[in-house]
């Protein structure tokens, strides 16, 4: 920044017009940002591609012994809920 003895009163202004703007601009991205649907949308796409890295390989294709696996534990989870029903009765 230039010293401040050399410039124009209108520079000045200028600047903090320019300063104000920036802010205003700041001011309205920080609050879209922070509206919940907007917190929803990005965990919601995050979520998705957590998902999608963990159950695809680099090429893109599937990988089916992760989604097995899962799918195995899942079952199991669902057998023991029924075993414990069973035994309640």
Do not use: K, Y
Not at 44 to 68: K, M, N, Q, W, Y
Request: hydrophobic share 45%.
């Amino acid at each position: 920044m230039s010293d401040n003895s050399s410039r124009s009163v209108e520079q000045i202004q200028a600047e903090i017009e320019a300063a104000r703007a920036r802010l205003a601009g700041t001011i309205d991205e920080l609050t879209f940002r922070a509206r919940p649907q907007e917190i929803v949308r990005r965990q919601t796409e995050s979520a998705r591609a957590s998902f999608f890295a963990a159950t695809h390989d680099e090429r893109g294709d599937l990988r089916t012994e992760r989604i097995a696996a899962v799918l195995g534990a899942v079952a199991a989870v669902l057998i023991g809920m029924g075993l414990l029903r069973r035994r309640r009765s």
